[in-house]
């Protein structure tokens, strides 16, 4: 197998794993279980990391115009070498899993959003609750109010 074809492969495999993290972490903010997310998060972080190197590989041997986008330049390589099939298929994998992570993220940071939003509206409401009851006391600080009537007008 060519060294372009070798690197596709491991592209290939690691995009499969940052899928599995990626599933991961969406149990984990479905389930309320934000105790595992640093784990996820590290995993996720070190094969980002090691995608990102294996891009810069890939894109050295298919090499051709750096004007291109990444995909541009596979898509000439791949028209160049008609005879390589085995790289299409790669490559055609590779933009598969790629754009599968990427609706699964998107998923992920949308329900990360709707658990910072319902975090914020608690705390706009335990705020507020605070705030209403704050009365003033005779030497003109604030006070918070206890329910108790006897007690707040001494």
Do not use: C
């Amino acid at each position: 197998m060519s060294a372009l074809g070798k690197i596709l492969e491991r592209e290939i495999d690691l995009i499969s794993r940052f899928l599995v993290s990626l599933e991961e972490e969406q149990v984990a903010l479905k389930t309320a279980t934000p105790e595992s997310l640093p784990k996820i998060h590290e995993e996720k972080s070190l094969l980002v990391d090691e995608l990102n190197a294996l891009e810069i590989e890939r894109i050295k041997q298919v090499g051709g115009d750096s004007q291109l986008t990444d995909r541009e330049r596979m898509n000439v390589w791949i028209k160049a070498h008609p005879t390589d099939t085995q790289i299409e298929t790669h490559w055609k994998k590779l933009i598969e899993l790629a754009s599968t992570a990427k609706q699964q993220s998107e998923l992920n940071a949308s329900l990360v959003k709707l658990h910072l939003e319902k975090t914020t509206q608690a705390l706009a409401i335990l705020t507020r609750h605070n705030q209403e009851n704050t009365l003033y006391g005779s030497n003109g600080q604030a006070a918070t109010f206890t329910g108790s009537r006897i007690v707040d007008s001494a």
